[in-house]
């Protein structure tokens, strides 16, 4: 297993197009989470699975935000009718269930750039 | 909603040297961790250390050891021996107790080591 990983690693695209990230997660862990960060700032809250169910989601998660995880395993998250303010890294991370589930494993992340 | 601050935005030290980062945030919850994490320049977010809120003795992992003032709401982390490798961005983020799992990040401390 070679930890969480994020496709694409960069994205660049013009204000009202869609995109779509991917994440999988190290493959025993059930619990994903999305974050996003920009320039300068800490990572922000934006969703979270356990397995397939999505149990929080953050109010930063607009209605242009939709994040799956259909089968329990790898996740997307899309963003439509993308606007300058959306430019930013969007981190996946994973854990462990039960006693390790604070414990978060980082993809490396999506850097998302709009014109 | 949970506030985290990092007071230093930058820190330097000097190659085996100790440096401490601060870090104080506001919560309701009784029950629940904090974290540093670590993100190296252009590479993921990796965990340092991990703290619970209900036990009074500061968590330690080989260089790196946390002095946790829970009435203060203050969280530190102090590197000893600093490496050039430590360099990086460190964020201090709690969760959000009650099982959420949910982080709030600081902005981050960006830590140069001199050689």
């Known amino acids: 297993d070679t930890g969480v990983s994020q496709d694409p690693r960069h994205k660049i695209t013009k204000r009202g197009q869609n995109v779509t990230f991917r994440c999988d997660p190290i493959s025993e862990h059930n619990r994903l989470y999305w974050y996003r960060q920009t320039l300068g700032q800490g990572p922000e809250f934006l969703t979270y699975?356990?397995?397939?169910?999505?149990?929080?989601k953050s109010r930063l998660l607009s209605d242009r935000f939709s994040a799956e995880r259909p089968k329990g395993s790898f996740s997307t998250l899309e963003i439509q009718r993308t606007e300058q303010g959306d430019s930013a890294m969007y981190l996946c991370?994973?854990?462990?269930?039960?006693?390790?589930?604070?414990?978060?494993?980082f993809g490396a992340g999506s850097r998302l750039t709009v014109l | 909603a949970q506030t985290v601050t990092q007071s230093q935005p930058e820190m330097s030290v000097q190659e085996a040297e100790t440096v401490t980062l601060s870090c104080t945030y506001d919560t309701s919850e009784s029950d629940y961790y904090l974290f540093w994490y670590k993100q190296p320049p252009s590479r993921q977010m990796i965990l340092v250390i991990r703290?619970?809120?209900?036990?009074?003795q500061n968590a330690t992992e080989n260089r790196f050891s946390v002095n946790f003032q829970k009435a203060a709401k203050s969280f530190s982390l102090k590197i000893s021996d600093s490496q050039l490798g430590d360099a990086a961005m460190y964020f201090c983020?709690?969760?959000?107790?009650?099982?959420?799992?949910?982080?709030?990040f600081g902005k981050g401390t960006k830590l140069s080591v001199i050689p």
């Open positions: 703290q619970e809120a209900y036990k009074q």
């Open positions: 699975f356990q397995n397939e169910a999505q149990l929080e």
């Open positions: 983020a709690p969760d959000s107790g009650a099982g959420s799992y949910q982080l709030t």
């Open positions: 991370a994973s854990s462990l269930p039960g006693a390790g589930a604070n414990v978060l494993t």
